[in-house]
């Protein structure tokens, strides 16, 4: 993704982590306060073929809400030949961190589908050198998600500790570069879209510090206790989905203050790569996006919570 040229972050946590300390929780949303602590960012995203919607449109057209206790972010299904972007939903919090375990336990995201491309990523203030963090993204017809890291220049990675089959595409995690950030992929099909959803999802938890970011996806039915019981111990959760190490980057300088991001894009990048299987239907992917509502009626995040937990010394 790319860092939108302003920032609303209001708080700012500094969570540095010491010998005896615990993670404890500073924030959580829910369908109970999920707009309250996430913002509507309207307007067009990353060259892509999206409409942004503002939070009274994104209700007046059902495109984001509470839906069976959850929190509903979705994309219009229902217009015909759009024309300059299909309304979509991205959100936003209204504070940012730096380090700490970020959880979010979601039931369904974006299915695979021609012409989308969806995430959830943090980012910071002065992009690229506050650094990004896309923990959730896709395009197309993918059925595995893409990890990356997206930094100022000097920030090299290693996967040291990543899960079999996750593979670094490049260590240097540098934006001006011809890959534009440090990727791993995964063989995890349970992880990204349809193969998520067919299995009511799961958690994404994500242990930031200043010697690695580490992901970890847990399935449904296999989040730890911890997790559920707000007690968050990474060291007990086995490898990672992906590991990020610090090997020639001072993580410290080049990832800080990051908001969180939910939103769902379209064409794009997902346009740039357009599969063939994609262009058999049409031969643009805005052209597809444009006159294929109902290929998004799967298009939408639904979402448990997101929390917050950062280091306490008091917990021991």
Same mark, same amino acid.
């Given at each position: ?5 302003? !920032? ?28 309250? /602590? ?13 409409? +942004? ?14 839906? $069976?206790?959850?929190? +509903?972010? /979705? ?29 979010? $336990?979601?039931?369904?995201?974006? /299915? ?10 943090? #980012? ?5 050198? #506050? ?6 993204? /896709? ?30 595409? %490049? ?20 992880? +990204? ?29 296999? !989040? ?25 980057? %001072? ?7 990051? $908001? ?18 994609? #262009? ?24 448990? +919570? ?11």
């Amino acid at each position: 993704m790319v860092r939108l040229p302003t !920032i609303v972050g209001v708080a700012t946590l500094a969570l540095s982590k010491t010998a005896a300390a615990k993670y404890t929780l500073f924030n959580s949303y829910d369908a109970t306060n999920f707009f309250d /602590g996430f913002e509507f960012r309207n307007g067009t995203g990353s060259g892509g073929f999206a409409q +942004y919607v503002d939070a009274a449109t994104a209700k007046a057209k059902s495109l984001a809400g509470i839906r $069976d206790g959850k929190v +509903y972010l /979705g994309v219009d299904n229902t217009t015909e030949n759009t024309t300059g972007g299909r309304q979509s939903v991205r959100v936003i919090t209204k504070n940012v961190w730096t380090n700490g375990v970020y959880i979010a $336990d979601i039931a369904h995201m974006p /299915g695979s589908a021609c012409g989308i491309w969806p995430a959830y990523w943090t #980012s910071g203030p002065d992009w690229p050198n #506050s650094g990004e963090i896309d923990i959730i993204e /896709g395009i197309n017809m993918q059925k595995t998600p893409i990890i990356t890291l997206h930094s100022g220049a000097n920030c090299t990675v290693t996967n040291t500790g990543s899960a079999a089959g996750s593979v670094l595409v %490049d260590p240097d995690c540098d934006s001006s570069t011809s890959s534009g950030g440090c990727s791993q992929t995964s063989t995890n099909t349970k992880a +990204y879209g349809d193969g998520f959803n067919a299995i009511n999802g799961g958690v994404y938890a994500t242990q930031w510090t200043n010697s690695a970011i580490s992901i970890w996806f847990f399935p449904r039915g296999s !989040i730890p206790a911890d997790i559920t019981a707000d007690a968050p111990t990474p060291s007990t959760w086995g490898t990672p989905l992906t590991r990020f190490v610090a090997s020639g980057c %001072d993580f410290a300088s080049h990832f800080k203050s990051n $908001d969180i991001i939910f939103n769902t894009n379209l064409c794009g990048w997902a346009g740039s790569a357009w599969p063939s299987q994609c #262009s058999a239907k049409a031969a643009t992917c805005k052209e597809y996006v444009a006159q294929n509502p109902s290929a998004f009626s799967e298009s939408y995040w639904l979402i448990n +919570y997101v929390k917050i937990y950062g280091w306490s010394n008091a917990a021991k």
